[in-house]
């Protein structure tokens, strides 16, 4: 886990160009990234695109990325947020699971295409019947691994609420999995 | 208290295990570290670093040609001796110059050439004949030269001679040329004369014979033949 500080001088010279600092940039941001996507959309092959997606949006406005403003983690968080957030308004309606198996095609649960173990299953089909609200703060803390901090810059709340927000989280997914 | 503490237990060993679950394929994670890091590369460094690297080869350039460019000219100014280490810089200004200037200059131009070399054979032929060191016969020779030529000023003078040669004969050709254009300018308005002459003649004859022919109708006398003279 790399500091803010860290990553802010990695962004400087990822800006003046070092390769090196862009593989640093990548395999730090590429894991949590990619888990967070595939949370959101439940399909690998729309998570792996929306993660290339992020590296190639965030290698294009680099030179807009100013330290005064932010730190580098945040920033890049924005810009992936931002992108599902575009993804999504983009997808044409879908149709209904029932109106699908009703025409013979087999409904396999996203969930079950993406975790392999009953249980996690059951924890994020659990995660999915929360507020969209909750679903992204626990996306965020407790899959991508931002931090405190991080996420108050993100959300524009202060930490101490987040720190609130995030232990009724976790109290309330513990009693829907009891 | 103790079933809380298992349960917290039970969160945290499940978004662990969530985590491990979620984590994407080492194979794509490479592939998609190779293609960021590929889009880096051409993208950023080709626009900078090239605009760079080209402009610190073009000052070169430049500075290059203005400092030759700049010594050629002061000692073609200057009408350095042969001795001189600008003498070669001389020798470029002049034959730059020669290209340069119109065909109609190009005989003076020649001439003025052949007076330098002269002046140039009459300047190194004491100095030569006198001492001649290495540095002074070094910078009247040639590299292919140099070699056979360290011992003796001979062939440079031979050389300078030659040259003076050559230029005096280009003068002597383009002087020649001039005069053969000119003549033939004349002959060209010559011809010009004397075809309006004939054709002068024409109408003339033609108006005679007319007129005879017209007098003859009446019964007279020819009064002039309709011969033509050219």
Redesign the interface.
Known sequence: MKEPTELNKLAER?KK?D?QA??EI??HF??PM??YF??RTSQ?ET??DL??ES??RM?EHIDQFNIEQGNFNSWFWRIARNLLIDTYRQKKPVQSLDSMQDAGIDIVDPTER????V??QR??KIIKTLPDDEQELFNLY??A?ISYADLSEMMDKSEANLRVLVHRL?KK??EL?? | MIRNIKNNFKFVRNIFRLKRSLNPDPIFLRSARGKFLNSLAPQRISLRHHILQWSHVMAVIIIALGGTGSLAAFADIKDVPVTSSLYEFKRVSEATRIVLIPEEKKPDAHAKLAARRLKEIKQAQPVLAVAPTTKTISALQTPASASAETATPLPILKKLDEELRHEISKAIEQRAEERKDINENKKTEREKVKSDRRIRVCKLAAEAAEKNLIELRRGGALEKSCELDF
């Open positions: 990822l160009n390769p862009g593989g990548f395999d590429s894991t990619y888990r595939l949370v690998k998570a792996q993660m290339s590296f190639s290698l993406i975790l392999p173990h249980e996690l924890v994020l407790f899959v691994d976790k997914i513990i999995s009891n």
